[in-house]
């Protein structure tokens, strides 16, 4: 039973770069996170998707990140253009919304602007 | 404001002692879920949580829904136990996943 699968595990970009993670959430789960991860910060949510419809996005990172559900099985997040701020690890989770529902979490997407 | 209130936000254990890290929230609560990650590595769960105690190991979590809180407890702490821990809570109010700000634990030789 798979899991939460994120590609690629690392990238490097240069500032102004675009670049595009991916995420291919639990089979069957409907509800979808991109999360960004920082020491400083720690877990901060980008945005959330229900059934691919966006339910909320992260206010402070809208105007260079997109985060896009296309299909059920898949999700993108775009950075555009790219900051050395921005370097993170940037994590998917999803779970099956019902009452009571476990969170899962892939191993995530280390960026390092340069 | 803020939901979760995870305490303490940082930890330092000698090895061989014990540590209880705390979950409050604010909100109603379908389910509760603890993770670890160790420094550089992925989230990891270890309880599923909803309601009542659970064990796995040296690691105890209890949920008390009424007065609105979890606990991880870690016995007998070792030095791989360091990293973070975070807690999850599924919200029957907004129906949205919600995390602490985590506990960053280090534990000493």
């Known amino acids: 039973d798979a899991g939460v699968t994120q590609t690629p595990r690392h990238e490097v970009a240069e500032k102004g770069q675009t670049i595009i993670l991916k995420c291919e959430p639990v089979?069957?789960?409907?509800?979808l996170f991109w999360y960004r991860q920082t020491k400083i910060q720690g877990l901060e949510l980008l945005s959330y998707f229900r059934s691919k419809s966006l339910m909320e996005d992260g206010g402070a990172f809208k105007d260079r990140f997109k985060a896009e559900m296309l299909n059920s099985s898949f999700s993108t997040l775009k950075i555009q253009p790219t900051e050395p701020k921005d370097s993170a690890v940037y994590l998917c989770a999803s779970s099956h919304h019902r009452e009571g529902t476990e969170v899962f979490f892939g191993k995530g997407t280390r960026l390092t602007v340069v | 404001g803020q939901q979760v209130q995870q305490s303490p936000a940082s930890l330092v254990l000698q090895e061989g002692e014990n540590a209880e890290l705390q979950c409050n929230f604010s909100?109603?609560?379908?389910?509760m879920q603890w993770f670890y990650q160790r420094p550089g590595g992925s989230l990891v769960s270890l309880f599923y949580n909803p309601s009542g105690t659970k064990h796995s190991g040296r690691l105890t979590s209890t949920t008390v829904i009424k007065e609105r809180r979890s606990s991880l407890h870690i016995s007998s702490s070792q030095t791989t136990d360091s990293g973070t821990y975070l807690c999850a809570l599924d919200s029957s109010n907004t129906n949205k996943v919600v995390f602490g700000t985590g506990t960053r634990l280090q534990v000493l030789p």
């Open positions: 089979s069957g789960h409907n509800d």
């Open positions: 909100t109603s609560l379908n389910s």
